[in-house]
């Protein structure tokens, strides 16, 4: 806040703001060992996904994806009129070779063989917590007609990202974003990385000046404080081990996460009966409870340690509640 502060005088509010984002897409370039064509920033990365499926989607241009994922790459599919074709994950939430292979196949019978245009995963998924190897994403990326979108909002939770492909995988677009990890969701910035081609054609969808001049040099001075960043990051995945180890001693079924929440199955009581009776406690976390495939499971995002001391003090006496 104290550098953009100081860093408001300069910028000409009068004058349109750089449609290219030059400086901006240099600094995020930079940051990950790529070039500035290989950037892409919209207002959000939701906004990302709306320009690449107004590039590459609409009717009879399927995507596909696997649930449960984060709900908002299909629906941005929809409110673009792109069809959405959704293949499942197994009982550990992992995408399986033979169902990436079964849901291809669906869509090139329904839509010819270059569909899928995209074909959507998260990494580490939200809300599940797990990630795609690089191997495995190389594999997929060689299973799928069109562009790979591999959403990492989480991604520097995680102990490895998909951008080391991008130089080897010119079909992969790998989409990041300031609003989780960079503490920055009010600003509204994220990217893509991807191949010079596929940059080209998200910026002929995006709206003209569509990146103010604010945003520019905020993302831009963000990137600054990658040290602090990434010590805050280290410090939450901290505190997930010490969630993650507490949760295994006690009657939930919980997944491996690599991002700052923890997804998690109560055995003994009914999931949204324990997210009420933590809220009674002063307590919130997230109810999935009702969500297609993800029967009884709650979300608890790793907070400060008095939050997360707070958590664990409560878990026990509330599992105990009524049972099922
Ligand atoms: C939070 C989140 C985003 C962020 O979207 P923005 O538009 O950048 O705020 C994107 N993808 C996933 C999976 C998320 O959880």
Same mark, same amino acid.
Request: glycine content about 6%; charged content about 20%.
């Given at each position: 806040?104290?550098?953009?502060?100081? =860093?408001?005088?300069?910028?000409?509010?009068?004058?349109?703001?750089?449609?290219?984002?030059?400086?901006?897409?240099?600094?995020?370039?930079?940051?990950?060992?790529?070039? $500035?064509?290989?950037?892409?920033?919209?207002?959000?990365?939701?906004?990302?996904?709306?320009?690449?499926?107004?590039?590459?989607?609409?009717?009879?241009?399927?995507?596909?994806?696997?649930?449960?994922?984060?709900?908002?790459?299909?629906?941005?599919?929809?409110?673009?009129?792109? $069809?959405?074709?959704?293949?499942?994950?197994?009982?550990?939430?992992?995408? =399986?070779?033979?169902?990436?292979?079964?849901?291809?196949?669906?869509?090139?019978?329904?839509?010819?063989?270059?569909? $899928?245009?995209?074909?959507?995963?998260?990494?580490?998924?939200?809300?599940?917590?797990?990630?795609?190897?690089?191997?495995?994403?190389?594999?997929?990326?060689?299973?799928?007609?069109?562009?790979?979108?591999?959403?990492?909002?989480?991604?520097?939770?995680?102990?490895? *990202?998909?951008?080391?492909?991008?130089? *080897?995988?010119?079909?992969?677009?790998?989409?990041?974003? +300031?609003?989780?990890?960079?503490?920055?969701?009010?600003?509204?910035?994220?990217?893509?990385?991807?191949?010079?081609?596929?940059?080209?054609?998200?910026?002929?969808?995006?709206? $003209?000046?569509?990146?103010?001049?604010?945003?520019?040099?905020?993302?831009?001075?963000?990137?600054? +404080?990658?040290?602090?960043?990434?010590?805050?990051?280290?410090?939450?995945?901290?505190?997930?081990?010490?969630?993650?180890?507490?949760?295994?001693?006690?009657?939930?079924? *919980?997944?491996?996460?690599?991002?700052? +929440?923890?997804?998690?199955?109560?055995?003994?009581?009914?999931?949204? =009966?324990?997210?009420?009776?933590?809220?009674?406690?002063?307590?919130?976390?997230?109810?999935?409870?009702?969500?297609?495939?993800?029967?009884?499971?709650?979300?608890?995002?790793?907070?400060?340690?008095?939050?997360?001391?707070?958590?664990?003090?409560?878990?026990?006496?509330?599992?105990?509640?009524?049972?099922?």
């Amino acid at each position: 806040v104290d550098a953009l502060g100081a =860093e408001f005088r300069s910028i000409q509010l009068h004058r349109y703001p750089d449609r290219e984002a030059l400086a901006l897409r240099e600094a995020i370039a930079a940051h990950h060992g790529v070039r $500035p064509d290989q950037v892409f920033c919209a207002n959000g990365s939701n906004e990302v996904i709306q320009c690449l499926l107004l590039a590459y989607g609409g009717p009879q241009r399927p995507v596909m994806v696997f649930t449960p994922t984060y709900e908002l790459h299909s629906h941005i599919a929809k409110i673009t009129g792109t $069809p959405v074709i959704a293949g499942k994950r197994n009982d550990d939430f992992e995408v =399986e070779p033979a169902e990436i292979a079964r849901v291809v196949d669906v869509c090139s019978s329904r839509y010819g063989r270059r569909a $899928p245009v995209v074909s959507f995963l998260c990494s580490p998924n939200n809300p599940t917590g797990g990630v795609e190897t690089l191997d495995s994403l190389a594999a997929v990326a060689q299973m799928v007609p069109g562009l790979l979108l591999v959403d990492e909002a989480y991604g520097q939770f995680a102990s490895s *990202s998909a951008i080391e492909l991008i130089a *080897s995988q010119p079909r992969l677009v790998v989409l990041r974003t +300031f609003s989780k990890t960079w503490a920055l969701a009010g600003l509204r910035l994220g990217y893509a990385i991807a191949h010079p081609r596929v940059i080209a054609s998200m910026s002929n969808v995006a709206l $003209p000046y569509h990146l103010d001049a604010f945003k520019q040099a905020a993302g831009r001075l963000a990137l600054g +404080f990658d040290a602090e960043m990434s010590e805050r990051v280290a410090a939450i995945v901290k505190e997930r081990e010490r969630l993650q180890r507490a949760l295994s001693s006690l009657p939930v079924q *919980s997944w491996p996460s690599q991002a700052n +929440f923890i997804l998690f199955r109560p055995l003994s009581a009914r999931g949204s =009966e324990v997210w009420q009776a933590l809220l009674e406690r002063d307590v919130l976390i997230r109810d999935f409870s009702g969500s297609p495939g993800l029967d009884n499971c709650l979300r608890v995002t790793i907070g400060t340690p008095s939050e997360n001391d707070r958590f664990l003090a409560c878990l026990p006496e509330v599992l105990s509640g009524p049972a099922l």
